[in-house]
């Protein structure tokens, strides 16, 4: 997995998802934007984050990530998710270049 590079910000996070609540979007294939980090964080149970090669859908990686810990996501890197415990529960934080457009706006919106 990636780091996020130390020139970027968090600039908005997710609510605390379970079973009850996780979009069907992240069930499903799908990528992060251009320029965005996406930081998986398992808070209770275990997550398998599941990574593609390409839009076509062959897995090119799958990592089970367990409570306390954490996983990256890089921009535009197609993934998805699969709660692996009834009590899973996970929250995705998303990061940008400090100072970017997305950033900007986003810190915009909070005010």
Known sequence: MKNIPE???NYKSTVV??????P???LH??????????KIS????QLKFFGFVDR???VEQEIIISAGDSAVSPPEYWHKVELLTE???????F???DGSDIVLKNRSERN
Do not use: I, P, S
């Open 29 to 38: 294939l799908h990528n992060t934007r251009a320029g965005v980090y996406g």
């Open 95 to 97: 990061y940008a270049q």
């Open 24 to 26: 069907k979007m992240f």
């Open 87 to 93: 009590d899973t529960q996970f929250r995705v934080d």
């Open 42 to 45: 398992v808070l209770t149970g």
């Open 56 to 58: 076509k859908a062959e």
């Open 17 to 22: 998802m379970d079973k009850n609540n996780v």
């Open 7 to 9: 020139n970027y910000v």
